[in-house]
């Protein structure tokens, strides 16, 4: 079993996490900024967060699956003994 801190696909998996993770936060941001002065923006940005949501839950649901199949992590373990 290799380690996480050596995986590359681990590192992938967080890379891609992170940059569904700004580029969300960058949009929400926008929308705060635009409130109440750009309201054709403001409506643009909330389609534009929810699909932005969406690839940040599946970024982290693939670094689970990954962990769970390749790092058996504790937590996912049954106690069998
Ligand atoms: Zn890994």
């Given amino acids: 079993m290799s380690s996480q801190a050596e995986c590359v696909r681990c590192a992938e998996l967080w ?6 993770t700004n580029e969300h936060v ?6 705060a900024r ?3 002065v750009n309201t ?3 409506r643009e940005l909330d389609s534009l967060c929810e699909p ?3 690839r940040r839950d ?3 649901a693939a670094i ?3 962990l769970a199949a390749e790092h058996a992590e504790p937590a996912q ?5």
């Fill in 52 to 54: 932005a949501a969406g």
């Fill in 15 to 20: 890379r891609a996490y992170g940059v569904a």
């Fill in 64 to 66: 689970e699956t990954h």
């Fill in 77 to 81: 373990r049954t106690m069998t003994a």
């Fill in 34 to 36: 635009v409130a109440g």
């Fill in 26 to 31: 960058r949009l929400l941001n926008e929308q």
């Fill in 40 to 42: 054709d923006r403001f």
């Fill in 58 to 60: 599946a970024a982290r």
